[in-house]
């Protein structure tokens, strides 16, 4: 463990094994840090915040504040970071708005500089978030999605996994699994052939995704017309299940 001398670490605090915390950081009460974990200098861990294993928390990083909802302060909540995951430069994470609920990060994602988790978001595993993505509170990223940079997101939308996100997007409906959006206001623009290839999805099933993110865009068909074409003429696979399923469970819509 190598804890630099004007860096503040809180009594309550577990730090694990081989953790590095740089000067001027601040690790606030009952914070729990994983092994191993690399912990830049002015860096603000605010209480009750968990960090996983193998982590990098680059320098002015921002985790565990107040929600910013006004006139909700003294709540005790929540933030949750999992292994392997990299925080870069000014990142802000904010702790949940509810009581004993949490702000939830994945294993294995990269939150590039200047993103903001807002409160109540729960980012998936392997997830990217380019810099100075805004997701507003209650958002969910399912795994694997990747979000390009300056987008702004509407609380309570839903990333679909292995969905890909344009830079300088607004959105403000649910973006379907294993597909690209982009614009503003967000279109959908067809499937996210490059990641389902390197997620090593068959081909068969991809081809199987293509047509079924098709009828959806398809201008002549409503939501509901599109899934009864897809469940009829597409031979139905675990991920064309999930689309649909995704569907039919969206509160706020979907881009189309």
């Known amino acids: 463990m190598a804890i630099h001398s004007n860096s503040e670490i809180h009594p309550s605090a577990e730090i ?8 001027f950081s601040t690790i606030g009460r009952r914070v729990k840090i ?14 009750d915040t968990v960090v996983g294993a193998d982590c990098r928390i680059f320098h002015g990083a921002s985790i565990g504040g107040d929600p910013q ?17 990299i925080v870069r ?39 990217v978030l380019v810099n100075a993505t805004s997701l507003s509170g209650h958002i969910i990223v399912e795994d694997r999605a990747f979000i390009s940079g300056m987008i702004g997101a509407h609380q309570f939308v839903r990333f679909g996994k292995l969905s890909m996100t344009g830079g300088m997007s607004r959105i403000v409906k649910d973006i379907l699994p294993y597909s690209t959006v982009e614009g503003n206001p967000a279109r959908l623009i067809g499937a996210n052939a490059i990641g389902l290839k390197r997620a090593g999805i ?9 047509n079924a993110i098709n009828f959806i865009m398809h201008e002549e068909l409503n939501t509901t017309q599109a899934i009864k074409k897809i469940k009829e003429e597409i031979e139905m696979s675990d991920e064309i299940n999930y689309l649909v399923n995704f569907v039919n469970q969206s509160n706020r819509g979907i881009i189309r």
């Open 89 to 127: 430069e000014f990142v802000t994470i904010h702790r949940s708005g509810n009581q004993n609920k949490k702000t939830i990060v994945g294993k294995n994602c990269l939150i590039m500089a200047y993103a903001h988790i807002a409160h109540d978001c729960v980012i998936g595993n392997d997830v």
């Open 16 to 23: 694990g094994k081989d953790v590095r915390v740089g000067p």
């Open 34 to 47: 994983g092994d191993r974990t690399e912990i830049g200098p002015n860096v603000y861990i605010e209480a």
């Open 69 to 85: 909802i006004a006139g909700v302060r003294d709540i005790v909540s929540f933030v949750e970071i999992g292994d392997h995951t």
């Open 202 to 210: 068959a081909p068969r099933v991809r081809s199987g995704i293509k």
